[in-house]
C-alpha cells in the first residue's frame, strides 16, 4: 500500500493499497499456530500452543511486558516494558529473551515496519514515537517522530510508507510519513482513542475511544472522522475478520462486534474479565483477545461469534499489539 496522504495524491495510494489488499486475500494463508503473550504481572511472555490450547512456554521478560510485535519474518518477538524502562527482544525459536535495551520514557504501544524491520514505539509520557533501526549489532536507537500527547496504539502500512498513531490525551490520529519521519496531518476523533487498526482495503482507520465509549470510523483518504459506533464500556483494543470489526470493552467483559459496511453493531459476545487485546489468526477464521482480569485467553470463531474456547494464561496477560502467528 503507498503512503495514504503524501505527495498530494492520496487516492493513487488508496488504488495500491487496494491491490495489495486483493493479492494478499487471494493467497492460501495457514491458521494462526501460536499466541505470543506478553504477562505483565507475572513479568513474561508466554508462547501459547493455539491448536492444543496450551502454554508451550515462558519466558521471563522483567519491567512488566506490555506492548508486542512481531518482527516481518514473525522468528522475533519486540516488547515494551514500561517499568524497566526498556525494550525486550525475544527469538521465538530458541525461546529466550536475547537483548534488552533501555528507552527514554515510557515505552508502550510497538510497530514494526514489515519492509524495513524499523520498530516504532510510543512513548507515554511524551509526545514522540521512538524509531529503532536494524543494523549489525541488532537494533539501535535512531531518533523520534513527534507526534500528539500520550501515543498508545501504532499501525504501520503494508508497503512501510506511513504510521497510524492513537493519541490518547490528544484525542487525534497522527498520519506519519515514514520516510521523512514527520507528522502530515492530524485527524480528532473520540475522547481517549488507544487502540487502533488499519483496514487497507478500505482506506479505513478505526480507534477504540476508551472514555467515549465508542469507535471511531476514520477515512484516510479525505482525513477525517466519517462515523462512531457505540461499544461497551472502555473499548481498548481492535481486530478485524470476515469483514468486521471487534474491539474489547475492559469494564463489560465482552467484545463488541460490527459490521464494516454497514457500521452497526451485530454482536456483543461475553469474554473473561476485563479483556485488553485482541487479534484474528492470519486466515480470519478466529479471534484471540487477552483477559486481563481472569488470566485467559478467549478464543473467538469469527463466523459463528460463539465463544469456542478459553485457554488459561499468567497474571495480567495484555498482548497490546501483533501477538498471533
Known amino acids: 500500500m503507498a503512503a495514504f496522504v503524501t505527495g498530494g495524491r492520496p487516492r493513487a495510494g488508496l488504488r495500491a493499497c487496494a491491490l495489495l489488499a486483493a493479492i494478499l486475500a487471494a493467497a492460501p494463508r495457514a491458521d494462526a499456530a501460536e499466541a505470543v503473550v506478553t504477562v505483565q504481572l507475572d513479568n513474561r511472555v508466554e508462547i501459547v500452543d493455539l491448536d492444543a490450547g496450551k502454554v508451550v512456554a515462558t519466558i521471563p521478560v522483567p519491567g512488566s511486558p506490555a506492548g508486542i510485535a512481531l518482527s516481518p519474518d514473525r522468528r522475533t518477538a519486540y516488547v515494551t516494558r514500561p517499568d524497566a524502562p526498556g525494550l525486550g527482544i525475544v527469538d521465538l525459536a530458541a525461546r529466550t529473551l536475547t537483548a534488552s535495551l533501555p528507552l527514554p520514557g515510557g515505552p508502550l504501544g510497538i510497530a514494526c515496519n514489515p519492509r524495513s524491520g524499523a520498530v516504532y514505539v510510543a512513548d507515554w509520557y511524551a509526545r514522540r514515537v521512538l524509531v529503532l533501526v536494524p543494523g549489525e549489532g541488532g537494533l539501535r536507537l535512531d531518533g523520534e517522530i513527534k507526534v500528539g500527547a500520550s501515543p498508545s496504539g501504532i499501525v504501520v502500512s503494508p508497503d512501510g510508507a506511513t504510521l497510524l498513531v492513537a493519541n490518547r490525551e490528544g484525542d487525534t490520529v497522527s498520519v506519519v510519513d515514514a520516510a521523512a519521519r514527520r507528522e502530515t496531518k492530524v485527524i480528532p476523533v473520540g475522547t481517549h482513542p488507544f487502540g487502533l487498526v488499519l483496514d487497507a482495503g478500505k482506506g479505513r482507520a478505526y480507534t477504540a475511544n476508551v472514555e467515549s465509549n465508542d469507535v471511531s470510523v476514520v477515512d484516510l483518504a ?99 499489539g501483533d501477538f498471533i502467528r
Open 222 to 320: 479525505e482525513g477525517r472522522e466519517i462515523g462512531r459506533i457505540k461499544t461497551g464500556e472502555r473499548p481498548y483494543v481492535l481486530a478485524l475478520a470476515g469483514g468486521r470489526g471487534f474491539v474489547t470493552d475492559q469494564y463489560s467483559g465482552t467484545v463488541t462486534v460490527f459490521d464494516l459496511d454497514a457500521l452497526k453493531v451485530v454482536k456483543t459476545i461475553e469474554v473473561g474479565d476485563h479483556p485488553e487485546g485482541i487479534a484474528a489468526s492470519p486466515d480470519g477464521t478466529k479471534l484471540y483477545a487477552a483477559n486481563w482480569g481472569s488470566n485467559t485467553l478467549s478464543v473467538i470463531d469469527a463466523k459463528s461469534l460463539a465463544v469456542t474456547g478459553e485457554i488459561k494464561l499468567g497474571d495480567g496477560p495484555r498482548a497490546f
